[in-house]
């Protein structure tokens, strides 16, 4: 079955940088557009970036535009979010999700468990 | 950037009953639009895409329906397993964005 397996979160500095990443197995990673999505501690769902399948495409909100970096690679079935200069507002749990059709769709199915990142001093 | 506004905030339903829960976009967004369930503790699950369309695993007592700015989601007899809370999501534009949710509790 699909499963999205999120990984690299953890506690930083403000200013700080992270890594994230997500392992993906069950389905074809290579054929399917990916996001990341976040949820502040007892907030909403707030979309962050998204990855077209092939890499070529990438969109970003604006709240990490400059700051985050959305990246894929096909060969190890892995999606990954490079953080920068992270805020105490970025903190969150980050969701990767996959897009839910093969053809660009923008909806999520399924969602990875999370990780937590935490900004704070 | 769609502005996604869901009502209510929180929603006390008995077991049994009916379930009504809305969403209004700041503009249209054609039938592109989903909706999710978020148990406790648990990542969000795709509920309905293309404003009516079922996902797998998700009983007939779920139906949403809606257009352009207005939607909802109805929960027919509502269960133990459905108090939840539910976002709306618009994907017809860029950015992506979300409802701010509705809880659903047991009255």
């Known amino acids: 079955q699909v499963q999205l397996v999120e990984s690299g979160g953890g506690v930083v500095q403000p200013g700080g940088s992270l890594r994230l990443s997500c392992a993906a197995s069950?389905?074809?990673?290579?054929?399917?557009?990916m996001h990341w999505v976040r949820q502040a501690p007892g907030k909403g769902l707030e979309w962050v970036a998204f990855?077209?399948?092939?890499?070529?495409?990438?969109y970003y909100a604006d709240s990490v535009k400059g700051r985050f970096t959305i990246s894929r690679d096909n060969s190890k079935n892995t999606l990954y979010l490079q953080m920068n200069s992270l805020r105490p507002e970025d903190t969150a749990v980050f969701y990767c999700?996959?897009?839910?059709?093969?053809?660009?769709?923008?909806?999520?199915?399924?969602w990875g468990q999370g990780t937590l990142v935490t900004v704070s001093s | 950037e769609i502005v996604m506004t869901q009502s209510p905030a929180t929603l006390s339903v008995s077991p049994g009953e009916r379930a009504t829960l809305s969403c209004r976009a700041s503009q249209s967004v054609g039938s592109n639009l989903a909706w999710y369930q978020q148990r406790p503790g648990q990542a969000p699950r795709l509920l309905i895409y293309?404003?009516?369309t079922r996902a797998t695993g998700f009983p007939a007592r779920f139906s949403g329906s809606g257009s352009g700015t207005e939607f909802t989601l109805t929960i027919s007899s509502l269960q133990s397993e459905d108090f939840a809370v539910y976002y709306c999501q618009q994907y017809n534009n860029w950015p992506i964005t979300f409802g701010q949710g509705t809880r659903l509790e047991i009255k």
């Open positions: 069950g389905f074809s990673f290579g054929t399917y557009g």
């Open positions: 999700a996959k897009d839910h059709a093969a053809r660009p769709s923008n909806y999520f199915d399924p």
């Open positions: 293309g404003a009516s």
């Open positions: 990855i077209r399948y092939d890499g070529r495409d990438k």
